[in-house]
């Protein structure tokens, strides 16, 4: 992985963004209000940005572990740790503290949801945003409904690592060229029939449209999209047609081929000040986990307004997501290169 780039910044920026959005709806208020809705014609909010931008992240940096890693078992040792520790810490911490702000009509300990809450989530693919009775007074009753794209995010892992068992470079640039396209064209022209579709809890608008930048972070990833010359003025071009897309609401057309390269553009070009930003670790997936319910605590206690609750939970999270980083994550990451069998 090189260095010499921004993406430690993109990460916390990103975060950033969701946390900003959610402090919204979680105080009452609507994600249209927000100025960027406002500018870019109803087409964007901060959430969608940071969402998407992470996804394009990791679809890039994920094929890159893959090619790198000497088996399956590694690579989704890899996955794991990165993921799953601090996404149970999270679990915990939320369900320790529950009891000081339960209001349910049954005694916290007899509430079926209680037990399951940490289980599901880990799980993925049962996820439970919430235990009854919780945070039922406030205006969003998730306990931590950031949560939901992680069960996304492990299973683009997933498909991801059929292609280890393909060793032609040219064959897994043709398999990403069409599972793009094949997502590009559904999105654009079938999105309607397959928006609302569910299955196995996965919505249909999310997998094509995540699954389609992370493909196209993947893609760019064998690309060795890296390496391209002009990235200046590339990105200062592709930057002039999606300004030019916001102006004539087309954003949502032609965000999955611009957006991306935008995106490890801005990553690649080092700037001076921010290519260093990870030197105090990277705290963005702290701050994701973390921020939601840190707002629903603020709301429950405090009835905040938007922009205080934006204020206060940006510098709890952080604190939270530097914690997070130091004292379980980079821990974790540790045995990335431990083989289970050295521990036995």
């Known amino acids: 992985m090189i260095k010499n780039n921004n993406f430690d910044f993109l990460r916390f920026l990103f975060a950033l963004l969701v946390v900003l959005s959610h402090a919204y709806p979680l105080s009452g208020s609507h994600e249209t209000k927000q100025w960027i809705f406002q500018v870019s014609n109803g087409q964007l909010v901060m959430a969608q940005i940071g969402l998407n931008g992470f996804f394009i992240i990791s679809g890039f940096f994920i094929f890159q572990s893959l090619e790198r890693s000497q088996s399956l078992k590694e690579y989704f040792r890899k996955r794991f740790l990165r993921l799953f520790p601090a996404l149970f810490f999270v679990l915990l911490f939320s369900v320790v503290l529950a009891p000081f702000v339960y209001n349910g009509s049954i005694p916290f300990l007899l509430n079926r949801e209680v037990y399951t809450y940490i289980p599901y989530n880990l799980i993925l693919y049962k996820f439970q945003s919430g235990i009854k009775g919780i945070f039922d007074t406030n205006p969003y009753h998730a306990i931590n409904g950031s949560l939901w794209t992680i069960r996304y995010e492990f ?51 999310h997998v094509l449209n995540l699954g389609t930048f992370f493909i196209a972070g993947s893609l760019l990833a064998v690309l060795n999209f890296e390496k391209i010359k002009n990235k200046k003025i590339i990105l200062v071009i592709a930057l002039l047609f999606i300004f030019i897309a916001l102006r004539f ?96």
């Open 249 to 344: 609401s087309y954003y949502d057309s032609v965000k999955h081929i611009l957006l991306p390269v935008i995106v490890l553009l801005i990553g690649f070009v080092p700037i001076t000040f921010l290519r260093d930003f990870g030197k105090a670790g990277d705290s963005s997936y702290g701050i994701y986990i973390y921020s939601f319910p840190v707002q629903q605590v603020l709301m429950y206690f405090f009835k905040m307004d938007t922009c205080m609750l934006m204020i206060t939970s940006v510098v709890i999270s952080i604190a939270l997501g530097f914690l997070s980083w130091h004292f379980i994550e980079k821990k974790a990451l540790h045995y990335k290169t431990i083989s289970f069998n050295k521990i036995n």
């Open 155 to 205: 299973t683009l892992y997933i498909v991801l690592a059929f292609l280890f068992f393909i060793k032609n470079k040219k064959t897994k640039v043709v398999i990403l060229c069409i599972s793009y396209i094949l997502f590009l064209v559904l999105y654009n022209f079938y999105l309607v029939r397959f928006a609302g579709s569910s299955v196995l809890g996965f919505q249909g608008i």
